[in-house]
């Protein structure tokens, strides 16, 4: 397997994760339908879902698409999945600006680890965004090294 075959994967999965998973995750009574969430939260949530999904097949094709110029789509495949990914780290690292959370009581509750006497609480999508950007990177790296 070349590097940047491996690179094309790595994004591949980070596309298509942000593109189905939301359907699964989102389009559900802990959101889209959660009676507790004003209309037009609903609304903007399934919005959101219905745009990273045909993006996360565009950021694909543009990845596997035969053709001339596979360097140039590996770049806008990547700029786009990691807008997606910077729009959630500013949502995060803003939301006492807008008075946001990252979980809801009636959604699914944040991972608790115990350490001994100590407890840490977070939600699961900050790791797997930050994980996300991570591997997004070593994707970049990975391709450019092996073009």
Not at 54 to 59: D, F, I, Q, R, Y
Not at 112 to 124: K, M, N, P, Q, T
């Amino acid at each position: 397997m070349t590097a940047s075959f491996a690179a094309k994967l790595m994004v591949s999965a980070i596309a298509a994760g942000q593109g189905v998973l939301p359907v699964f995750i989102d389009l559900n009574r802990t959101h889209a339908t959660n009676p507790l969430w004003t209309g037009h939260a609903r609304f903007h949530l399934v919005y959101q879902v219905f745009t990273l999904l045909p993006l996360g097949a565009v950021e694909v094709a543009l990845l596997w698409w035969p053709g001339p110029d596979s360097a140039a789509r590996f770049y806008l495949a990547v700029l786009l999945t990691a807008t997606s990914l910077a729009g959630f780290l500013l949502a995060a690292l803003t939301r006492k600006l807008y008075g946001g959370t990252l979980s809801d009581p009636n959604g699914y509750r944040p991972v608790r680890i115990h350490a001994g006497s100590r407890s840490v609480e977070f939600d699961l999508n900050l790791p797997v965004v930050a994980i996300a950007s991570v591997l997004l990177v070593a994707a970049v790296v990975l391709f450019w090294f092996g073009a």
